[in-house]
């Protein structure tokens, strides 16, 4: 029996339309992280797998020790440890796995005095205002570039796929756009010993509260993502906020609304708060299916006696999100292993990528969900070269390829001047 339902804004991916332009980025960056203190994150980023991503090999939770075990505890720390590493834990990123972060001395290229050669811009620090020599940035393996040194140490790749993928005649690639995937059991959340990290009871967006946050950084740690991050101007934690000031007024996200292929839907998604341990819990296997069965259908009895608005009732039913994730089970979390019960979901790209190695991003291990995404992809295709029609397929092909920019993003009315 349904006995806490919520609300949560979540999101869909659709990597078969990502051309990665790093429009969002851009877009993000400007708006969010354009500051002193801030040069070196991006709460928005656009990897090329197979690649190390940013910051370098965060997936490997060996080293990061990121995310829950399968106890639900954090990997990170537990109660003693937790004391033990307040001011200071060996298991967060330095400036080197992201990047040192470098802007260009550009009055050597405006002010130089006429002459025979070039002039050029000397890049400089950021940090230190040095000059340095720029050895990789945020996307420095964009489309396999570096692949011996970055797509080569990609951690989802077995030794048989580094050494065949690689070679000239068998390179696949795809593009992973990432944000923060505001969880519905989110490590930076557990982790801070201020509190600083909280989740909206309106719409599941994580912030970080700035007047709490003491720069512990164990939220830093947790996050198996990393996309948490460390002002070192301010001394506080900064996270994607998803945008909120915007989503309650009715828009999107800023790294969705500039979205060149138009990849990015989001909408609401009703969940049991009562099951959140019994579906984190569930067997590595199993947990791209339970995290499904986590879902309220917002067309049921359930979610019509959760209290919840009408105008909520009316703006999940409409998601683009429900249709994507429960209804059609195209879409998948990225790394559900990590036990976080992501809400950022992903449709698996049509690649040459090989089924293991997808299943080990999108499907916790599971190959068989992630080969009935594609499968129905492939059908889609498949049914608009025999003219198409009426029916799932055809209802697939229209929210992916024509849908306005009103399917796409289906916001709740929160706190709009709007009758509710």
């Known amino acids: 029996m349904v006995t806490n339902i919520r609300a949560q804004i979540s999101s869909v991916f659709h990597l078969d339309k990502c051309i990665g332009c790093h429009t969002c980025s851009i877009a993000c960056k400007n708006l969010c992280t354009d500051r002193r203190g801030a040069e070196h994150m991006w709460w928005n980023n656009v990897e090329t797998k197979p690649g190390t991503g940013y ?50 001395r550009y009055g050597d290229l405006f002010d130089a005095p006429a002459g025979d050669d070039q002039p050029a811009a000397v890049p400089v620090s950021q940090l230190s205002g040095k000059r340095i020599d720029i050895e990789r ?45 505001h969880c519905v059991n989110p490590a930076c959340v557990a982790s801070c010993p201020s509190g600083a990290p909280y989740k909206r009871g309106e719409d599941g967006i994580v912030p970080v509260n700035q007047e709490a946050c003491r720069g512990w950084r164990a939220c830093v740690v947790a996050c198996p993502y990393k996309k948490t991050f460390y002002n070192w101007e301010s001394g506080k934690a900064e996270k994607c906020i998803a945008c909120y000031p915007r989503v309650e007024t009715g828009q999107a996200p800023a790294c969705f609304h500039s979205c060149v292929g138009r990849i990015r839907y989001t909408g609401l998604l009703l969940y049991d708060a009562s099951r959140i341990e019994e579906v984190a819990k569930a067997p590595a296997a199993s947990l791209v299916e339970a995290q499904r069965s986590l879902f309220v259908d917002p067309f049921s009895e359930e979610a019509r006696a959760s209290g919840l608005s009408d105008a909520m009732l009316a703006a999940a039913q409409r998601s683009p999100v429900w249709k994507f994730v429960r209804e059609w089970e195209l879409a998948l979390p990225l790394h559900a292993e990590f036990r976080t019960l992501p809400m950022i979901f992903y449709v698996p790209p049509l690649t040459r990528l090989p089924i293991r190695y997808l299943a080990a991003l999108f499907g916790a291990g599971n190959e068989e969900v992630v080969q009935r995404a594609l499968d129905k992809l ?28 009103h399917d796409r993003f289906v916001l709740p009315p929160l706190q709009r001047e709007v009758a509710v």
Request: hydrophobic share 30%; proline share 7%.
């Open 55 to 104: 910051p370098m090999k965060w997936e490997d939770q060996e080293t990061w020790r990121g995310g829950w075990d399968e106890s639900l505890h954090l990997r990170s720390q537990g109660r003693a440890g937790g004391i033990l590493k307040v001011f200071y834990n060996p298991r967060q990123p330095e400036l080197d796995d992201y990047y040192e972060p470098w802007t260009y």
């Open 137 to 181: 940035g945020p996307n420095w393996d964009d489309d396999l570039s570096g692949s011996p040194l970055y797509a080569a140490n990609d951690p989802n790749l077995s030794d048989d796929e580094r050494k065949t993928l690689l070679a000239l005649e068998s390179m696949a690639m795809a593009y992973l756009p990432r944000t923060c995937n």
């Open 378 to 405: 492939a059908a889609v295709r498949e049914h608009k070269r025999n003219d198409g029609g009426s029916g799932e397929l055809e209802d697939i092909y229209r929210l992916t390829t024509l849908a306005s920019v």
